[in-house]
């Protein structure tokens, strides 16, 4: 549901936005931290959207990376396309359109008294983030807590001081890889699903969150059969190119699913037997 | 609400006074074909079309409609409401389309853009007179209709008879000068021709009653169907466009030519399209015709059943006259999956 609607009432119609800090993570990934003109919170749940929009390029789904705390909040965007290019050359203190926040969320309240795996891909770990600094901000409210990072190469690892803040952590398992290495790295090499068999996993009271590029789930969601996870107890969150951001476009759907209504994050139980979703 | 009979000459007359006080729009002749345009004349009225080259989606939700405007330095402007207007000669497939429609952009997430269109508009509905070459209608129980609309006229012999069933209808009435009572004879007759509608008015007899489609439908993605009649589409979208509950969109900037302002606009986008599943980074989640094709069919007889409990086809027959490889006769398709369940 549209909860920041402007005063004209309209749903597509954007909230202004400045740009209050902005920091290159990666060569290709820049993380920006957005106020709205209201100064008023986003108001989102962890793992939602919001629509970007820059006048004269249009507009992008992007996932919240940051806890709902503040009056600020953070994407992570990848230069990938026009929009997001122009998004990287802005400088702090520029303007931007945001509608949202828009779609499901990982509902970690519910995960409490549960252990909470974390399994993330990449750009994967955007959308979570935010769940996971909401699990460990609250964690003793939760069992066993493990993260699992694998990224494509060492230089593309995003977030990197939370990363080791993680990895410092004693009440939290954090393990990663990297499908290639490089000299400097000393860490595990590999795909994602090499760490899996490395930690316990308690199938019946243990959440999974997994999120990544559309091959890793595949590969992921078998290892996770393997070790008898059920699947009402995963949740994944799925991309799709939303135009509109609000149930009425159709280039996000899932055969009858909205991936911007009755997604970005589904319960695996949900979609595993659609097609095309996976 | 009442109902008044008129003939020719009163109906000419009417039509012409609200073109004198409101835009109208209305069916008129194109070609040897028939389209929805602005009415300048009564005469240029056609009741007796088949059907519509395009439905009347297009007051509702242009081809091309404004969201917003821009400016440059980061402004976004609401566009303003929309001109009231009057839509004449809807044909009772299409009422239903519309009601359809309704429902899809004022739940979750009201669209003012499409809603306030509705909202201003008066639709006058028109029964069928003359039987378009593929029509369906009667199979998916649109070939008559009693909601969804503000005047219905339904021609009996010579006359019309112009029933009101909203206050905005009843207004539209009102203006109507030379009508008489409704006469228990054709009110007789009007009923018996919704009766023959109903149960004639289809080119092509789908084997099952609508209802039944998603059932249908169920576990039938594997079914050869899709990659056999998927071989020969073009890709090209006609379905899509002509079809009056297809309504997705793409949505796109507009700049002007000194760089400072522009507009978001949306425009018709069509789910047979090649690039419609495509996502950031080139993964295309329906990258097949067949995967596409399928889609279609599944979203008219099962995703916005699921949803919203319609079945997404009205009958009116328009995909079929339009597909270039003549795959797109749902009946077909339809009656294939019956016939191998």
């Not at chain 1, 909401?134 to 699992?148: F, Q, S, T």
């Not at chain 2, 297009?58 to 409609?65: A, D, G």
Request: aromatic share 8%.
């Amino acid at each position: 549901m549209a909860q920041n609607l402007t005063k004209s009432g309209d749903i597509y119609v954007p909230q202004i936005a400045t740009l209050v800090r902005k920091e290159r993570l990666t060569e290709l990934e820049t993380f920006f931290e957005i106020q709205l003109e209201s100064n008023q919170p986003l108001g989102h749940r962890p793992g939602q959207f919001v629509m970007v929009s820059l006048p004269g390029l249009g507009e992008a789904p992007i996932s919240v990376s940051s806890r709902p705390v503040g009056n600020t909040f953070e994407l992570v965007v990848r230069r990938i396309g026009r929009l997001t290019t122009a998004m990287h050359r802005m400088e702090v203190g520029d303007k931007l359109g945001i509608r949202g926040p828009f779609g499901t969320d990982f509902p970690v309240n519910t995960f409490r008294g549960q252990d909470v795996l974390f399994i993330c891909g990449g750009i994967g770990l955007v959308p979570v983030r935010g769940a996971i600094l909401e699990v460990l901000a609250n964690r003793a409210a939760y069992g066993h807590v493990a993260i699992l990072y694998g990224t494509r190469g060492p230089s593309e690892r995003l977030f990197v001081d939370d990363l080791a803040r993680w990895k410092a952590r004693e009440d939290v398992t954090f393990l990663e890889t990297v499908d290639r290495g490089s000299d400097a790295w000393d860490g595990n090499v590999g795909v994602i699903t090499t760490l899996i068999p490395k930690i316990e996993i308690a199938p019946e009271r243990t959440a999974v969150v997994v999120c990544g590029p559309p091959i890793m789930y595949k590969f992921v969601l078998m290892e996770l059969y393997q070790q008898n996870v059920p699947k009402e107890n995963i949740y994944v969150s799925l991309e799709r190119r939303m135009k509109c951001g609000v149930g009425k476009c159709g280039h996000c759907q899932i055969n009858g699913l909205y991936t911007c209504l009755d997604g970005p994050v589904f319960r695996y139980a949900d979609v595993s037997d659609v097609r095309e979703a996976i | 609400m009442s109902i008044t009979k008129l003939n020719e000459t009163a109906l000419q007359s009417w039509v012409d006074r609200l073109i004198g006080q409101h835009q109208v729009y209305g069916v008129k002749a194109k070609g040897d074909r028939f389209a929805f345009g602005p009415l300048d004349d009564a005469a240029e009225l056609r009741l007796d079309y088949d059907v519509t080259i395009l439905p009347p989606k297009k007051y509702f939700l242009p081809q091309s409609q404004e969201l917003l405007k821009f400016s440059r330095r980061g402004a976004y402007q609401p566009v303003g409401e929309p001109a009231p207007f009057v839509l004449f000669g809807v044909h009772p497939y299409d009422v239903v389309a519309i009601a359809q429609m309704d429902e899809v952009f004022s739940k979750d997430n009201h669209d003012r853009h499409y809603m306030q269109r509705r909202e201003k508009a008066v639709i006058v509905a028109c029964d069928v007179q003359k039987a378009s070459p593929n029509v369906f209608a009667a199979c998916m129980g649109t070939a008559t209709v009693q909601e969804g609309f503000d005047v219905l006229l339904t021609r009996i012999g010579d006359d019309y008879l112009a029933d009101a069933r909203t206050p905005k209808g009843e207004a539209l009435l009102q203006r109507i000068e030379g009508g008489a009572d409704p006469d228990p004879a054709s009110l007789a007759r009007r009923e018996q021709l919704w009766q023959d509608l109903n149960r004639f008015l289809m080119r092509h007899e789908l084997k099952c009653a609508p209802a039944k489609l998603p059932g249908v439908l169920d576990q039938q993605e594997e079914h050869p169907i899709w990659k056999k009649r998927a071989e020969r589409c073009y890709s090209c979208g006609s379905c899509n466009l002509v079809c009056p509950t297809c309504y997705c969109f793409d949505v796109q900037d507009e700049v002007d030519w000194d760089l400072e302002n522009g507009r978001r606009v949306r425009r018709w986008d069509g789910c047979m399209l090649a690039e419609f599943a495509l996502v950031a980074g080139g993964h295309n989640f329906r990258a097949t015709r067949a995967a596409r094709y399928r889609h279609r069919y599944y979203r008219k007889g099962k995703y916005l059943w699921d949803r919203m409990g319609q079945i997404a086809c009205v009958g009116c027959g328009r995909c079929v006259t339009a597909c270039t490889a003549d795959i797109a006769n749902p009946v077909e398709v339809f009656n294939t999956l019956l016939e191998d369940r």
